[in-house]
């Protein structure tokens, strides 16, 4: 089955203590990426990875880092986790297609992190 | 700067009755449309996606409209489900791949 897989799905820390969210997508996809969600701020992008070892910020990176060694993988990393952390994070993952004289790209959605900093 | 504002911000209607979602942007340049699917504490599901050549799309009881032109979008639910209750995203890209521009989301209640 294709889809995209986030552990762990829940998460509750103390501030500064290191920690990794991983992410694996077994449809062969080139460009991942991670998503925070907020109440009333929806979904903002933090990093996206075009290809291996190829990333890049998104909209609001400060306080994570990422890594893209392999294909599958898409780690999200809190080197020091802060209350303000605390959120909801998706990983995603897109294909290319298309579509007339455009690509589109079809994004799948992890099933989501939710991470408590206190 | 590149926006998607969508409204309403929340709806509430009757099992079987339809409803119009709308989006409007201000992406440049502009590559795709999609719509989201995103039931509370899930990740979202695409339910179409658009370019600029094309006004319309429909998967199933969803019938997504774009107007290129004056950058608007909708989304169309016919005869709503009490499943259909969820939130409604609109995304919009440019032709860089890895970045994409997030509505906030309409919150769909349909009520029996």
């Known amino acids: 089955e294709a889809q995209v897989t986030q552990n762990p799905r829940y998460l509750i820390t103390v501030t500064g203590k290191k920690l990794t969210v991983t992410c694996s997508q077994n449809?062969?996809?080139?460009?991942m990426s991670w998503y925070r969600q907020d109440p009333g701020l929806g979904l903002r992008q933090i990093y996206y990875?075009?290809?291996?070892?190829?990333?890049d910020k998104g909209d609001v990176p400060e306080g994570y880092k990422v890594s893209r060694k392999e294909k599958r993988n898409f780690p999200l990393i809190l080197e020091s986790p802060s209350p303000n952390q605390t959120s909801l994070y998706f990983c995603?993952?897109?294909?290319?297609?298309?579509?007339?004289?455009?690509?589109?790209?079809?994004?799948?959605f992890g099933p989501g992190t939710r991470l408590t900093v206190t | 700067k590149n926006q998607v504002e969508q409204s309403p911000q929340s709806l509430i209607i009757l099992e079987g009755k339809n409803c119009t979602l709308q989006?409007?942007?201000?992406?440049?340049?502009?590559?795709?449309l999609r719509w989201y699917k995103q039931d509370t504490g899930r990740g979202p599901v695409s339910l179409t996606i658009?370019?600029?050549?094309?006004n319309t799309k429909s998967n199933g009881r969803y019938t997504a409209t774009l107007d290129a032109d004056t950058k608007q979008s909708s989304l169309h639910i016919t005869a709503s489900q009490l499943s259909d209750s969820a939130s409604y995203i609109c995304v919009v890209s440019g032709p860089e791949a890895g970045k994409s521009t997030f509505g906030d989301g309409t919150t769909l209640t349909v009520k029996p």
């Open positions: 658009m370019t600029f050549s094309e």
């Open positions: 990875s075009m290809n291996v070892e190829v990333t």
């Open positions: 995603a993952s897109k294909n290319r297609g298309a579509s007339g004289s455009s690509f589109t790209y079809e994004q799948y």
């Open positions: 449809m062969n996809h080139e460009y």
């Open positions: 989006c409007n942007y201000t992406v440049s340049p502009f590559s795709n």
